[in-house]
């Protein structure tokens, strides 16, 4: 993976989860150095240690809860444990602490990121449902505009009836992620004279929510299929099955789990 590609990741679990949270074998694929840029621009944020990891024990890869960690003392590392309760010959298997780590993104998070980015007060007023999050007042060349964050299927900023998708205006500059202020002092300078709080039409909205849902309904068949054919295998290895299939259209396993089961 490149740092762009988590970039595309990470946006599309906020357009397409909301706040999330991100395992320990998620972030593992990242290049190194990755969680450190994400996490000083306060994409990211540590949170508490996982309660269930991926067992190393055996192929399978089953999602089994943790048993036992024990802190490091008397020159010993900490040591972490789960209890394999699936094959009789497995028993106590043990794992790398660092497994526990797990990481918060959140919408909230990001959008804060992007107001302090473009040195404006931040707002935070949900509109249209929760849709669409007023950012603040940006001063184009010509006017200044209510810049929004809209979160429905996909992120976008809208200021007026225009709208940019926000991963065009997202830039690596010096190992740091910075916002391409200048298409967006276009974006408000060029914006239409309709309600600041606009969001796009209806139809669009709609037609976009109708694509997403019939795209979960596709990998719930594909885990009913995958699971009919492999028995007794984690949640994690079948969403990454179907992340490396072109029905994962580049969404991350975490995505994929949390919407690959009927509700």
């Given at each position: 993976?490149?740092?762009?590609?988590?970039?595309?990741?990470?946006?599309?679990?906020?357009?397409?989860?909301?706040?999330?949270?991100?395992?320990?074998?998620?972030?593992?694929?990242?290049?190194?150095?990755?969680?450190?840029?994400?996490?000083?621009?306060?994409?990211?944020?540590?949170?508490?240690?996982?309660?269930?990891?991926?067992?190393?024990?055996?192929?399978?890869?089953?999602?089994?809860?943790?048993?036992?960690?024990?802190?490091?003392?008397?020159?010993?590392p900490t040591r972490a444990y789960v209890?394999?309760?699936?094959?009789?010959?497995?028993?106590?298997?043990?794992?790398?602490?660092?497994?526990?780590?797990?990481?918060?993104?959140?919408?909230?998070?990001?959008?804060?990121?992007?107001?302090?980015?473009?040195?404006?007060?931040?707002?935070?007023?949900?509109?249209?449902?929760?849709?669409?999050?007023?950012?603040?007042?940006?001063?184009?060349?010509?006017?200044?505009?209510?810049?929004?964050?809209?979160?429905?299927?996909?992120?976008?900023?809208?200021?007026?009836?225009?709208?940019?998708?926000?991963?065009?205006?997202?830039?690596?500059?010096?190992?740091?992620?910075?916002?391409?202020?200048?298409?967006?002092?276009?974006?408000?300078?060029?914006?239409?004279?309709?309600?600041p709080r606009y969001t796009p039409g209806?139809?669009?909205?709609?037609?976009?929510?109708?694509?997403?849902?019939?795209?979960?309904?596709?990998?719930?068949?594909?885990?009913?299929?995958?699971?009919?054919?492999?028995?007794?295998?984690?949640?994690?290895?079948?969403?990454?099955?179907?992340?490396?299939?072109?029905?994962?259209?580049?969404?991350?396993?975490?995505?994929?789990?949390?919407?690959?089961?009927?509700?």
């Amino acid at each position: 993976m490149t740092p762009d590609d988590v970039l595309q990741e990470l946006i599309q679990s906020l357009a397409a989860d909301g706040d999330t949270l991100l395992p320990w074998d998620q972030v593992r694929r990242w290049p190194k150095g990755a969680v450190e840029v994400f996490q000083n621009a306060g994409w990211i944020v540590p949170t508490s240690p996982a309660t269930e990891v991926v067992c190393p024990g055996c192929e399978e890869s089953c999602h089994i809860p943790v048993a036992k960690v024990f802190p490091a003392e008397n020159g010993l590392p900490t040591r972490a444990y789960v209890a394999c309760d699936r094959r009789p010959d497995m028993g106590t298997v043990k794992f790398h602490p660092a497994r526990l780590q797990q990481w918060q993104l959140t919408q909230g998070q990001f959008a804060k990121w992007i107001a302090g980015t473009l040195a404006f007060s931040f707002r935070g007023k949900r509109l249209e449902g929760g849709s669409l999050l007023e950012l603040g007042l940006f001063k184009g060349k010509k006017r200044a505009r209510m810049l929004c964050l809209y979160m429905d299927g996909d992120l976008a900023l809208v200021a007026g009836s225009d709208r940019i998708p926000l991963v065009d205006t997202i830039r690596f500059t010096d190992g740091a992620l910075s916002l391409d202020a200048h298409s967006i002092r276009q974006l408000v300078d060029s914006a239409t004279g309709a309600d600041p709080r606009y969001t796009p039409g209806n139809a669009r909205r709609e037609a976009r929510k109708l694509e997403t849902q019939a795209m979960y309904e596709i990998w719930r068949k594909a885990y009913r299929e995958l699971k009919g054919k492999y028995l007794n295998m984690s949640d994690v290895w079948y969403s990454e099955r179907i992340a490396g299939m072109e029905i994962g259209r580049g969404r991350s396993a975490g995505t994929i789990r949390k919407k690959m089961k009927p509700k």
